[in-house]
């Protein structure tokens, strides 16, 4: 089981950027996937983005118009999520989430997940 701590989540303007990390802690990390998901209020949890630790590849989830990068760094154990040019409808509480081997975009099939960090894109 997979310790996951997210933080970069703030109050951001339109059309400005924001870096999400998620630190990621525990047995057989380097065998695991990451993924993102946004929860926006009265909505259902989505994914955004999904990268395997070990091999670095990546799955973006949602049609995010080359506004959003996932990356790990491997040293420190952590996955970041650049958003850019944000908008109103990127705005809600972004979860990291682990699953061993591949990336999937379906929340069942993770069982670790981190608290979450709030974005709120607005004027």
């Known amino acids: 089981q997979l310790r996951l701590v997210e933080s970069g989540g703030g109050l951001v303007q339109p059309g400005g950027s924001l870096t999400l990390s998620c630190v990621a802690s525990g047995p057989g990390l380097r065998d695991y996937a990451i993924t993102w998901f946004r929860q926006a209020p009265g909505k259902e949890r989505e994914g955004v983005a999904c990268i395997r630790v070990r091999v670095g590849s990546t799955d973006y989830l949602e049609r995010g118009g080359g506004r959003i990068i996932i990356s790990r760094d491997n040293a420190k154990d952590t996955v970041n999520l650049q958003m850019h040019r944000l908008k109103p409808e990127d705005s809600g509480k972004y979860y990291c989430?682990?699953?061993?081997?591949?990336?999937?975009?379906?929340?069942?099939?993770?069982?670790?997940w981190g608290q979450g960090t709030q974005v709120t894109v607005s004027s």
């Open positions: 989430a682990a699953r061993p081997g591949y990336c999937s975009g379906d929340e069942t099939e993770y069982d670790d």
